[in-house]
């Protein structure tokens, strides 16, 4: 009888200890879950302020539409001014171009040969947020006033019950209440709220 209430112990003891070690590492596990989540979302939406950059700088604003987005990615082109001879140290360039020294090509350059050339995804997925099920970022474009000046601003952003809704006891662990965010409706800032 002795051996057996040994055995039963050493099974219970067992059992606790995995059952301490479990509720200790599921936290950490957790962590690590959010943070590869966090990262592949985060680098979509730094996609998404790059082309979203370069549509303004063609078009002189944002655009409110993720799927126009990927079209001006695959379709349009962007000026590339390259400067041919080099500047002599004793003139600005201004004057070097003035003098026939230096001289300015524009190029046209597409999109896609140009911009997200590291990104490990297809482009017709850039709308799409990451382990989400098909759920899409939620992006607006605008114009707002800023003394006399009126400047394009853009937010796309997305909130975590879309990229966490899988996750058991997400709403215990996860502390970023708000999402996460890139660019403003309110201030001409395009830094996203993890930076």
């Known amino acids: 009888m002795k051996t057996v209430i040994q055995v ?4 219970v003891i067992v059992v606790l200890g995995y059952l301490i070690y479990d509720s200790i590492m599921e936290p950490v596990r957790f962590r690590q879950e959010v943070q590869q989540r966090e990262g592949e979302i985060i680098q979509r939406l730094k996609d998404i302020r790059e082309v979203q950059r370069a549509h303004r700088s063609r078009h002189q604003r944002f655009t409110a539409d993720l799927d126009s987005l990927v079209d001006f990615y695959k379709q349009d082109s962007l000026t590339v001014i390259r400067a041919i001879g080099s500047v002599p140290d004793t003139l600005t360039e201004t004057e070097a171009v003035r003098m026939g020294i230096v001289e300015r090509d524009t190029i046209w350059v597409a999109v896609r040969d140009s911009l997200l050339r590291r990104a490990r995804y297809p482009i017709d997925s850039l709308p799409y947020v990451p382990y989400s099920g098909g759920e899409r970022f939620r992006m607006d474009a605008s114009m707002i006033e800023r003394g006399l000046t009126e400047l394009p601003v853009f937010e796309a952003s997305v909130e975590p019950h879309i990229y966490m809704s899988d996750l058991d006891d997400w709403r215990v662990y996860y502390t970023r209440e708000e999402g996460l965010r890139v660019g403003s409706m ?10």
């Open 8 to 11: 039963a112990l050493a099974i």
């Open 186 to 195: 309110i201030e001409a800032v395009l830094d996203g709220n993890w930076e």
